[in-house]
């Protein structure tokens, strides 16, 4: 069984913002496969699951926003007996230029909140990540920035990084390496 876990704030008013990404590529990849989410008020998240080759491929967006996205991804883990091995963030990533694509198997939160509640609640920094970039803005404090739509001219970079994170997580569920995946897909 694996999980695969996008990270995001729910509400209209998150809706399509740059820390919303974990989301945003859920529900791309859910689209291209007509999955459904449906909300699981006791494991605090929206819900997909499918099964491939035989595994039961289990997707969630954290409903208790994105600070407190372990409480959700350890609910699950243990409801369903995952892994810290099987499961797959995805995030996105102030510290990388914008649609920027890295694939990692351990790190730090490197400050990402929703990186470093679930290492709480997970004890281990060793699990897998996709991390979007999304940039920085020096003229915007962090939080304002983060919370940001994006500007016209980032948004074809931010769709072609979605696709190709759609494309890793197919690879994923599938059980190629994580090592080729990340070869493949991480873009300088």
Excluded at 112 to 140: A, E, V, W, Y
Excluded at 147 to 167: C, D, G, V, Y
């Amino acid at each position: 069984m694996k999980l695969i876990v996008g990270l995001g704030n729910i509400g209209q008013t998150y809706a399509n913002t740059r820390h919303n990404l974990g989301f945003m590529s859920l529900d791309y990849y859910a689209l291209k496969h007509n999955l459904e989410f449906k909300e699981d008020k006791k494991l605090k998240c929206f819900i997909s699951s499918f099964t491939i080759n035989g595994e039961k491929i289990i997707l969630i967006k954290p409903t208790t926003y994105m600070n407190l996205s372990g409480e959700s991804v350890k609910a699950v883990m243990t409801y369903y007996k995952i892994s810290i091995a099987d499961i797959l963030v995805i995030c996105d990533d102030l510290d990388s230029p914008c649609g920027r694509i890295r694939l990692r198997s351990e790190g730090s939160s490197g400050g990402h909140n929703g990186l470093k509640n679930i290492i709480l609640h997970c004890g281990t920094t060793i699990f897998k990540r996709i991390k979007i970039g999304i940039s920085r803005d020096p003229q915007m404090d962090v939080a304002s920035f983060v919370l940001s739509h994006f500007k016209e001219e980032e948004k074809p970079k931010i769709e072609e990084a979605i696709k190709n994170t759609s494309e890793a997580i197919e690879e994923f569920v599938l059980d190629v390496p994580f090592a080729k995946i990340a070869s493949k897909y991480s873009k300088k």
